[in-house]
């Protein structure tokens, strides 16, 4: 299946500081990325939606300044959780797809980031 | 999206085939069913997907009921390493690229040794 990458496998950072996670389509171009965050023993859960050049639709309840996305490349889309707290620590995937065809519909998944605030 | 009902966990034997069922029973006519699953700390895995014909991967089987309420995904020979938490997703012909993947809960495979 098509490959997607993401860093850092995890990462620590001080409560008030800003992180960023990045996603890679290695081997398709991919026309639209989403982002999950999940708790521990819970379901992945949506946080937002970004078509390439295009900017992100956010989920109910996720504040969109605060877990800012860009999607500027067929291959790249970033997350940066601002101003993080130890709330925020989680473990947060990205996927992606191509959009093209029925297979290349299909959305494949990033290994995950795990973050903690301290 | 159609809703999925998946037992919550279930045991398996290694060696032995897991049998995974999923009941769609509100399923519409141009809706596929996906599976994928998720091995502990680690990304979702797309494992396999079909409309009404039975399909068959390199990792799995998917056995899809005529009247499409109901659906198996077949690991034939499990191994420890298929220990995880299987999704059944039912998605329309965009296969989720514009709507992104609603997950439940699914059903947490334990492949005994």
């Known amino acids: 299946g098509a490959v997607v990458s993401q860093h850092p496998s995890w990462v620590i950072c001080k409560s008030g500081t800003s992180v960023k996670i990045e996603c890679r389509s290695l081997?398709?171009?991919?026309?639209?990325m989403f982002w999950y965050r999940q708790f521990p023993k819970q379901s992945l859960m949506l946080m937002a939606t970004s078509n390439e050049g295009s900017k992100a639709t956010y989920e109910q309840g996720v504040e969109k300044d605060k877990f800012l996305i860009n999607h500027a490349s067929l291959t790249l889309s970033t997350l940066t959780v601002t101003s993080a707290h130890p709330e925020d620590s989680s473990f947060y995937i990205c996927?992606?797809?191509?959009?093209?065809?029925?297979?290349?519909?299909?959305?494949?998944f990033g290994e995950g980031s795990w973050l903690t605030v301290v | 999206d159609a809703k999925t009902t998946q037992p919550p966990s279930m045991d398996c034997a290694e060696g032995r085939a897991a049998n995974l069922p999923c009941n769609h029973s509100?399923?519409?006519?141009?809706?596929?069913v996906y599976w994928y699953r998720q091995i502990h700390s680690q990304g979702p895995q797309y494992i396999i997907h079909g409309l009404k014909n039975n399909e068959t991967n390199e990792m799995a089987s998917l056995i899809i009921t005529e009247d499409r309420k109901s659906s198996t995904l077949i690991l034939p020979h499990a191994t420890l390493r298929d220990t995880a938490v299987y999704y059944c997703?039912?998605?329309?012909?965009?296969?989720?690229?514009?709507?992104?993947?609603?997950f439940g809960k699914g059903t947490h495979l334990i492949i005994q040794p």
């Open positions: 081997d398709f171009q991919a026309t639209t």
């Open positions: 996927s992606a797809t191509s959009g093209g065809g029925l297979s290349g519909n299909t959305i494949y």
């Open positions: 509100t399923i519409s006519g141009n809706e596929y």
């Open positions: 997703i039912v998605l329309p012909y965009s296969g989720g690229g514009a709507d992104g993947l609603t």
